[in-house]
């Protein structure tokens, strides 16, 4: 039977493992066997990078602590090795990082054994699903990009009737010069009827003597 201190560990171990999946956004647990310790080493940096907290747990005492945290349905999986993967921030990291690299042993090792999201334990096809989404920092720029896209087409919009405004302003005085050269050519008609009044004045000169 083991001594009080040895129980005390066990219990900080559980109350410690309780409160990381309370307050973790979601979680996978998954089973570790076969990879070498170079490949875990290339995990949990990979882990880290995403704000993933990932640990070897022990299935008796994290059986305590799921079922403390309202998630017994995790339970039936709690055999063979096992480790714990959690985010606090971006709830599609674990599944993610963790399926990615799970993708380079053909399934054959380091499996997904099931998750939980918001409390709730999802089934495993979900978390495939969620695993093949792009990070937290890329779904942002992407429906950052599809909220500014109607203020970028105004924008074209706005320069390109600007554009054309400036052509519009700069054709009625190219229009306009037609219109000056018209003048003379209205009066030219006034400038040929002086010759025909002369004759007229010759004429008189004869009655006059």
Same mark, same amino acid.
């Given at each position: %039977?083991?001594?009080?201190?040895?129980?005390? *560990? &066990?219990?900080?171990?559980?109350?410690?493992?309780?409160? &990381?999946?309370?307050?973790?956004?979601?979680?996978?647990?998954?089973?570790? &066997?076969?990879?070498?310790?170079?490949?875990?080493? =290339?995990?949990?940096?990979?882990?880290?990078?995403?704000?993933?907290?990932? $640990?070897?747990?022990?299935?008796?005492?994290?059986?305590?602590?799921?079922?403390?945290?309202?998630?017994?349905?995790?339970?039936?999986?709690?055999?063979?090795?096992?480790?714990?993967?959690?985010?606090?921030?971006? !709830?599609? @990291?674990?599944?993610?990082?963790?399926?990615?690299?799970?993708?380079?042993?053909?399934?054959?090792?380091?499996?997904?054994?099931? $998750?939980?999201?918001?409390?709730?334990?999802? !089934?495993?096809?979900?978390? %495939?699903?969620?695993?093949?989404? !792009?990070? &937290?920092?890329?779904?942002?720029?992407?429906? %950052?990009?599809?909220?500014?896209?109607?203020?970028?087409?105004?924008?074209?919009?706005?320069? @390109?009737?600007?554009?054309?405004?400036?052509?519009? @302003? +700069?054709?009625? +005085? #190219? =229009?306009? @010069?037609?219109?000056? =050269?018209?003048?003379?050519?209205?009066?030219?008609?006034?400038?040929?009827?002086? !010759? /025909? =009044?002369?004759? /007229? #004045? #010759?004429? *008189?000169?004869? /009655?006059?003597?």
């Amino acid at each position: %039977m083991p001594n009080a201190k040895v129980l005390s *560990e &066990k219990k900080a171990v559980v109350a410690a493992l309780e409160e &990381k999946l309370k307050s973790a956004a979601s979680g996978v647990l998954v089973d570790y &066997k076969g990879i070498t310790v170079a490949e875990d080493t =290339e995990l949990r940096e990979e882990l880290r990078k995403n704000g993933v907290d990932y $640990g070897v747990v022990k299935n008796t005492l994290v059986r305590f602590a799921l079922d403390d945290a309202g998630l017994n349905e995790l339970d039936e999986v709690l055999h063979g090795t096992t480790a714990l993967a959690v985010s606090t921030e971006d !709830p599609i @990291a674990p599944m993610r990082v963790i399926n990615k690299f799970s993708k380079k042993f053909n399934g054959e090792k380091f499996i997904i054994k099931a $998750g939980f999201m918001d409390g709730k334990v999802l !089934p495993i096809n979900d978390i %495939m699903a969620l695993a093949e989404l !792009p990070s &937290k920092e890329v779904l942002l720029a992407q429906m %950052m990009g599809t909220m500014l896209a109607p203020i970028t087409k105004l924008a074209i919009v706005i320069k @390109a009737i600007a554009e054309n405004g400036g052509v519009s @302003a +700069a054709t009625p +005085a #190219a =229009e306009a @010069a037609p219109a000056v =050269e018209a003048a003379p050519a209205a009066e030219a008609p006034a400038a040929e009827e002086a !010759p /025909a =009044e002369a004759p /007229a #004045a #010759a004429e *008189e000169a004869p /009655a006059a003597e």
